[in-house]
C-alpha cells in the first residue's frame, strides 16, 4: 500500500511513502528502509527539492538528502512526536518553515535551520485523526486541515500562535 505520495517540482522523481516502512524515490527506482514501522508522511522540500521529509508509525521526523547515500540522515527528531506522524507540509511562501501532524491531535510548526524543537508544539488542537494539511497557495499562514472525524478546519498559523479559523463538519 502507498498511503502518500509527493512530486519534486523541479525534477521527474517522487516520494513515496510505502506501508511497508519504507519511502522510495520513483525516479531512481531505489527503496531505502527509512523507518522501523509503517511511513505515513513522505514530502519533497519544494524549496530545496533534493530534500525530502519523512514521518512514521515510529514517531520519527527524518529528513534524506538524496545527493548523499541513502543511510545517511540530514536529520531525526524522536523525541517530540508521542504518536504516528501522518503529515509533512513544507510551506510554500517560506523556505524555513513546515508543519508536521501526529495523532497526538496536534499541529507542530517547524523551522528547518534549528530541528532539535518546533517553534511551536501546541500550535492549534484540531481533535482526533487529523490526517492530512494543506497550505493555502496565495495567503501565507492559513492552513486547511482534512480531520477524519471532525471534518474539515481552516487554521491561521504564524510562530507565536495557532487560530482555528472556520471549521467545516
Not at 509533512?88 to 510548526?109: G, H, M, V
Request: charged share 20%; proline share 5%; with cysteine.
Amino acid at each position: 500500500m502507498c498511503p502518500c505520495l509527493d512530486r519534486n517540482p523541479s525534477a521527474t522523481s517522487m516520494s513515496a511513502g510505502l506501508s511497508d516502512s519504507s519511502v522510495s524515490i520513483i525516479s531512481f527506482s531505489e527503496s531505502q528502509e527509512a523507518h522501523e514501522f509503517e511511513l505515513w508522511a513522505a514530502s519533497f522540500d519544494i524549496h530545496q527539492p533534493q530534500l525530502v521529509y519523512t514521518g512514521s508509525d515510529d514517531c520519527k521526523f527524518s529528513c534524506w538528502d538524496l545527493r548523499d547515500d541513502p543511510s545517511n540522515l540530514v536529520f531525526q527528531n524522536y523525541k517530540i512526536h508521542k504518536m504516528d506522524i501522518c503529515c509533512i507540509a513544507k510551506n510554500p511562501s517560506d523556505p524555513n518553515f513546515l508543519l508536521t501532524r501526529s495523532y497526538d491531535e496536534y499541529l507542530r510548526l517547524w523551522d528547518v535551520r534549528s530541528i532539535s524543537k518546533p517553534v511551536n508544539e501546541t500550535l492549534v488542537c484540531l481533535g482526533r485523526g487529523v490526517w492530512r494539511v494543506k497550505h493555502h497557495p496565495y495567503v501565507p499562514g492559513v492552513v486547511l486541515a482534512a480531520c477524519m472525524h471532525n471534518g474539515l478546519a481552516i487554521v491561521k498559523i504564524d510562530e507565536e500562535k495557532g487560530e482555528l479559523m472556520e471549521i467545516y463538519a
